[in-house]
């Protein structure tokens, strides 16, 4: 039996400036895996969600749209393994993200997501402290463009900022406040097969930093269900916060030696898939 992995790309709607990046981690991944014997194809997000094919055996996805979801949820419940699942991709929307992580138990500056129609319900901000600065979120999906992130420095900067999502179609916001410090982008694979850190800046990690970094990344990964992730936390001093968390980033700095650690946990999943038993060592 020949075993068919099937590679989606991600839509570019969901992929500002990084179609190619994107495209390039996956293909990558793909090359890793034929030479274990596997059958790859690769198809864009609309083709998948639409198209008529033989029911791959494993599903390398990433895309992000309803309709690819639901398709990935139906190979599921055919037997395929899905890295990452649909479930999964849908915890890194913006709605569930910031619930994800606090039920995780990981650390994460104060958020909470509220409506952006007026008249605006300030109840649900709280926890929020209105007088220092906070960054506004699109409350559904990624930043899909430049609007779609806002610093604002107080309650009146925000009612604008909700405003002006509103006007946009966007109905919910994500409020978080601002944590000041040193921004550190995280890749990760889990089952310990990937993971990396890397400052934006000129701070220098030490090993206890980046362990602390890497446990609560894999504890906030495991939670929201995902195999492939990536995201970004600030540093001041040894403490830290995860302030974003995304499924199957670009991996462009570190594209080489995560698309072997993302075709080892694949080949794993697979050989633990009863029909996968004669896949060879």
Not at 23 to 45: E, K, M, W
Not at 52 to 78: D, I, K, N, S
Not at 218 to 224: D, E
Not at 248 to 257: G, I, N
Request: some cysteine; aromatic content about 6%.
């Amino acid at each position: 039996m020949k075993i068919q992995v099937m590679g989606v790309y991600r839509e570019p709607e969901f992929s500002p400036g990084k179609v190619e990046a994107d495209t390039a981690i996956l293909d990558s991944v793909l090359d890793h895996l034929r030479p274990s014997g596997v059958q790859t194809t690769a198809l864009d997000a609309a083709k998948f969600a639409s198209g008529e094919f033989p029911a791959p055996h494993l599903v390398l996805a990433m895309c992000q749209g309803q309709r690819g979801l639901a398709r990935l949820a139906a190979a599921e419940e055919t037997g395929a393994v899905v890295i990452n699942t649909a479930l999964a991709i849908r915890n890194c929307y913006r709605d569930l993200l910031g619930a994800g992580l606090m039920r995780a138990g990981v650390p994460v500056p104060e958020g909470v997501l509220v409506r952006t129609a007026a008249p605006f319900d300030l109840k649900p901000l709280r926890t929020i402290d209105l007088s220092s600065p906070m960054y506004v979120k699109r409350g559904d999906l990624h930043a899909l463009g430049p609007h779609d992130v806002q610093r604002v420095e107080d309650l009146e900067q925000l009612e604008a900022a909700l405003m002006r999502f509103a006007r946009r179609g966007v109905q919910l916001a994500f409020v978080q406040q601002e944590v000041v410090g040193e921004v550190v982008k995280f890749y990760g694979v889990s089952g310990g097969e990937y993971f990396a850190a890397i400052p934006e800046g000129s701070l220098h990690l030490t090993d206890t930093q980046k362990r602390a970094l890497n446990q609560a990344t894999s504890v906030a990964a495991s939670a929201l269900g995902l195999e492939v992730w990536g995201g970004d936390a600030i540093f001041k001093g040894d403490t830290f916060s995860i302030i974003d968390f995304n499924d199957w980033p670009s991996f462009s700095r570190v594209r080489a030696d995560a698309a072997r650690a993302i075709s080892r946990r694949s080949l794993l999943h697979l050989r633990r898939h009863p029909a996968m038993r004669d896949l060879p060592a």
